[in-house]
Protein backbone atom coordinates (compact mmCIF):
# COMPACT_ATOMS: atom_id res chain seq x y z
CA UNK A 1 0.00 0.00 0.00
CA UNK A 2 1.45 3.41 -1.02
CA UNK A 3 -0.67 5.86 -2.43
CA UNK A 4 -3.65 4.15 -0.68
CA UNK A 5 -2.70 5.33 2.48
CA UNK A 6 -3.67 8.98 1.60
CA UNK A 7 -7.49 7.59 1.19
CA UNK A 8 -7.80 8.12 5.37
CA UNK A 9 -6.70 11.52 4.88
CA UNK A 10 -8.93 12.62 1.93
CA UNK A 11 -11.83 10.91 3.71
CA UNK A 12 -11.31 12.72 6.99
CA UNK A 13 -10.80 16.28 5.71
CA UNK A 14 -14.65 16.16 4.54
CA UNK A 15 -15.22 16.76 8.05
CA UNK A 16 -15.56 20.11 9.07
CA UNK A 17 -13.12 19.75 12.59
CA UNK A 18 -10.57 17.78 10.63
CA UNK A 19 -7.28 19.13 10.46
CA UNK A 20 -6.11 20.46 7.10
CA UNK A 21 -5.38 18.22 4.06
CA UNK A 22 -1.79 18.10 3.73
CA UNK A 23 -1.65 17.56 7.63
CA UNK A 24 -3.81 14.64 7.19
CA UNK A 25 -1.35 14.01 4.33
CA UNK A 26 1.67 13.68 6.67
CA UNK A 27 -0.56 11.47 9.72
CA UNK A 28 -1.70 9.17 7.11
CA UNK A 29 2.11 8.05 6.18
CA UNK A 30 3.39 9.14 9.90
CA UNK A 31 4.71 5.52 10.34
CA UNK A 32 6.55 5.37 7.25
CA UNK A 33 8.09 8.99 7.55
CA UNK A 34 9.62 7.60 10.83
CA UNK A 35 10.65 3.93 9.70
CA UNK A 36 12.39 5.08 6.52
CA UNK A 37 13.84 7.58 9.23
CA UNK A 38 15.31 4.58 11.34
CA UNK A 39 15.88 2.76 8.24
CA UNK A 40 18.55 5.37 8.22
CA UNK A 41 19.97 4.47 11.41
CA UNK A 42 19.84 0.91 11.35
CA UNK A 43 16.75 0.37 14.06
CA UNK A 44 14.40 -0.36 11.82
CA UNK A 45 15.71 -2.60 8.49
CA UNK A 46 14.69 -3.95 5.15
CA UNK A 47 16.23 -6.16 2.48
CA UNK A 48 15.88 -6.39 -1.36
CA UNK A 49 14.63 -10.28 -1.50
CA UNK A 50 13.37 -10.63 -5.43
CA UNK A 51 10.07 -12.95 -5.15
CA UNK A 52 9.62 -12.17 -1.42
CA UNK A 53 5.79 -10.93 -2.90
CA UNK A 54 4.54 -10.95 -6.55
CA UNK A 55 4.80 -6.88 -6.47
CA UNK A 56 7.09 -6.07 -3.91
CA UNK A 57 10.57 -7.52 -3.39
CA UNK A 58 11.36 -4.89 -0.11
CA UNK A 59 12.15 -7.82 2.91
CA UNK A 60 10.42 -6.01 5.91
CA UNK A 61 11.92 -7.89 8.17
CA UNK A 62 12.62 -5.30 11.21
CA UNK A 63 10.53 -2.60 11.79
CA UNK A 64 8.81 -3.00 15.57
CA UNK A 65 8.65 0.67 16.59
CA UNK A 66 6.76 1.74 13.32
CA UNK A 67 5.16 -1.40 12.00
CA UNK A 68 3.05 -2.58 14.95
CA UNK A 69 0.11 -2.04 16.05
CA UNK A 70 1.41 -0.89 19.32
CA UNK A 71 3.77 1.30 18.07
CA UNK A 72 1.18 2.82 15.46
CA UNK A 73 -1.12 3.51 18.58
CA UNK A 74 1.82 5.20 20.20
CA UNK A 75 2.88 7.56 17.21
CA UNK A 76 -1.35 8.08 16.64
CA UNK A 77 -1.48 9.77 20.11
CA UNK A 78 1.91 11.64 19.72
CA UNK A 79 0.37 13.00 16.91
CA UNK A 80 -3.35 13.22 18.13
CA UNK A 81 -1.77 15.23 21.10
CA UNK A 82 0.52 17.63 18.88
CA UNK A 83 -3.06 18.48 16.87
CA UNK A 84 -4.86 19.11 19.95
CA UNK A 85 -1.89 21.06 21.81
CA UNK A 86 -1.95 23.48 18.18
CA UNK A 87 -5.62 23.89 18.14
CA UNK A 88 -7.26 23.03 20.85
CA UNK A 89 -9.60 20.81 18.87
CA UNK A 90 -10.58 17.67 20.40
CA UNK A 91 -12.50 16.55 17.12
CA UNK A 92 -9.92 17.43 15.36
CA UNK A 93 -7.24 15.37 17.06
CA UNK A 94 -9.51 12.12 17.16
CA UNK A 95 -9.54 12.34 13.68
CA UNK A 96 -5.74 13.37 13.09
CA UNK A 97 -4.61 10.25 15.47
CA UNK A 98 -7.46 7.73 13.49
CA UNK A 99 -5.32 8.37 10.49
CA UNK A 100 -2.20 8.06 11.73
CA UNK A 101 -3.63 4.28 12.91
CA UNK A 102 -5.08 3.47 9.82
CA UNK A 103 -1.41 3.03 8.24
CA UNK A 104 -1.34 0.00 9.97
CA UNK A 105 -4.43 -1.64 8.78
CA UNK A 106 -4.18 -0.87 5.64
CA UNK A 107 -0.81 -2.41 5.55
CA UNK A 108 -2.33 -5.23 7.15
CA UNK A 109 -4.32 -6.20 4.05
CA UNK A 110 -1.20 -6.05 1.46
CA UNK A 111 1.91 -6.68 3.58
CA UNK A 112 2.40 -10.58 3.45
CA UNK A 113 3.75 -11.05 7.04
CA UNK A 114 5.89 -8.65 8.61
CA UNK A 115 3.59 -6.79 10.68
CA UNK A 116 3.21 -7.47 14.31
CA UNK A 117 0.87 -6.55 17.43
CA UNK A 118 3.80 -5.57 19.36
CA UNK A 119 7.18 -6.04 17.76
CA UNK A 120 7.80 -9.57 18.32
CA UNK A 121 6.15 -12.51 16.19
CA UNK A 122 3.49 -14.14 15.40
CA UNK A 123 4.22 -11.91 12.41
CA UNK A 124 0.90 -10.70 10.19
CA UNK A 125 -0.22 -9.61 6.97
CA UNK A 126 -3.13 -10.86 4.48
CA UNK A 127 -0.92 -10.82 1.81
CA UNK A 128 -2.36 -8.91 -1.35
CA UNK A 129 0.75 -8.32 -2.79
CA UNK A 130 0.51 -11.84 -4.04
CA UNK A 131 -2.43 -10.69 -6.06
CA UNK A 132 -2.26 -7.89 -7.85
CA UNK A 133 -5.21 -8.20 -10.09
CA UNK A 134 -7.08 -7.39 -6.67
CA UNK A 135 -4.49 -5.25 -5.16
CA UNK A 136 -4.02 -2.66 -7.72
CA UNK A 137 -7.69 -1.68 -8.98
CA UNK A 138 -8.07 -1.83 -4.98
CA UNK A 139 -5.36 1.01 -4.33
CA UNK A 140 -6.66 2.46 -7.31
CA UNK A 141 -10.18 2.81 -6.31
CA UNK A 142 -9.14 3.77 -2.74
CA UNK A 143 -7.07 6.56 -3.55
CA UNK A 144 -9.29 8.15 -6.60
CA UNK A 145 -12.55 7.28 -5.00
CA UNK A 146 -11.43 8.98 -1.36
CA UNK A 147 -10.22 11.78 -3.51
CA UNK A 148 -13.48 12.78 -4.85
CA UNK A 149 -15.29 12.61 -2.28
CA UNK A 150 -13.43 15.40 -0.96
CA UNK A 151 -13.33 17.07 -3.70
CA UNK A 152 -17.20 17.25 -3.55
CA UNK A 153 -17.33 18.96 -0.19
CA UNK A 154 -14.19 21.09 -0.50
CA UNK A 155 -14.48 22.11 -4.07
CA UNK A 156 -10.76 22.93 -4.76
CA UNK A 157 -9.57 24.20 -7.83
CA UNK A 158 -9.44 22.30 -10.78
CA UNK A 159 -5.63 22.47 -11.51
CA UNK A 160 -4.32 22.10 -8.27
CA UNK A 161 -6.34 18.98 -7.95
CA UNK A 162 -5.81 17.40 -11.15
CA UNK A 163 -2.00 18.15 -10.36
CA UNK A 164 -2.41 15.98 -7.29
CA UNK A 165 -4.16 12.94 -8.68
CA UNK A 166 -1.77 12.71 -11.45
CA UNK A 167 1.40 12.99 -8.97
CA UNK A 168 -0.02 10.57 -7.03
CA UNK A 169 -0.87 8.18 -10.07
CA UNK A 170 2.69 8.44 -11.76
CA UNK A 171 4.35 8.19 -8.19
CA UNK A 172 2.05 4.65 -7.74
CA UNK A 173 2.97 4.19 -11.46
CA UNK A 174 6.86 4.17 -10.59
CA UNK A 175 6.62 2.38 -7.74
CA UNK A 176 4.97 -0.46 -9.20
CA UNK A 177 6.84 -0.85 -12.47
CA UNK A 178 9.60 1.41 -11.77
CA UNK A 179 13.26 -0.16 -11.85
CA UNK A 180 13.81 -2.31 -8.63
CA UNK A 181 16.84 -1.00 -6.15
CA UNK A 182 19.46 -3.79 -5.98
CA UNK A 183 20.42 -2.63 -2.60
CA UNK A 184 18.54 -0.40 0.14
CA UNK A 185 20.67 2.23 0.62
CA UNK A 186 20.41 5.96 1.98
CA UNK A 187 19.07 6.71 -1.35
CA UNK A 188 16.22 4.48 -0.64
CA UNK A 189 15.13 6.52 2.17
CA UNK A 190 15.68 9.92 0.66
CA UNK A 191 13.57 8.38 -2.63
CA UNK A 192 10.70 7.84 -0.32
CA UNK A 193 10.75 11.39 2.17
CA UNK A 194 10.79 13.06 -1.91
CA UNK A 195 7.45 11.05 -2.74
CA UNK A 196 5.57 11.58 0.13
CA UNK A 197 7.00 15.59 0.57
CA UNK A 198 5.60 15.88 -2.57
CA UNK A 199 2.32 14.46 -2.18
CA UNK A 200 1.95 16.94 0.80
CA UNK A 201 3.63 19.45 -0.66
CA UNK A 202 0.40 19.33 -3.64
CA UNK A 203 -1.82 18.33 -0.97
CA UNK A 204 -0.88 22.01 0.76
CA UNK A 205 -1.90 23.08 -3.00
CA UNK A 206 -4.88 21.64 -3.03
CA UNK A 207 -6.30 22.72 0.72
CA UNK A 208 -5.14 26.32 -0.17
CA UNK A 209 -7.37 26.47 -3.36
CA UNK A 210 -10.83 25.06 -1.30
CA UNK A 211 -14.09 27.02 -1.21
CA UNK A 212 -16.11 24.52 0.91
CA UNK A 213 -18.71 26.46 2.78
CA UNK A 214 -18.13 26.76 6.12
CA UNK A 215 -20.34 24.70 7.93
CA UNK A 216 -22.45 25.90 10.55
ZN1 LIG B 1 3.88 1.37 6.13
Known amino acids: MFIGHFAPAMIAARHKDAPSLPV????AQLVDWAFFGLLLTGAEKM????GISAMNPMDLYHMPYTHSLL????????FG???FAATRNRTGALIAAAVVLSHWFLDLLVHVPDLTLAGSPPKMGFGLWNHPSIEMPLELALTFGSLWLYAKIAKPKALPLASL???LLLLQAVNWFGPVEPEVTAGTSLLAFFAFGLATLLAWWVY???????AG
Open 208 to 214: RSESRKQ
Open 81 to 83: ALI
Open 165 to 167: AGV
Open 71 to 78: GSAIFALA
Open 24 to 27: LFIG
Open 47 to 50: RVTP
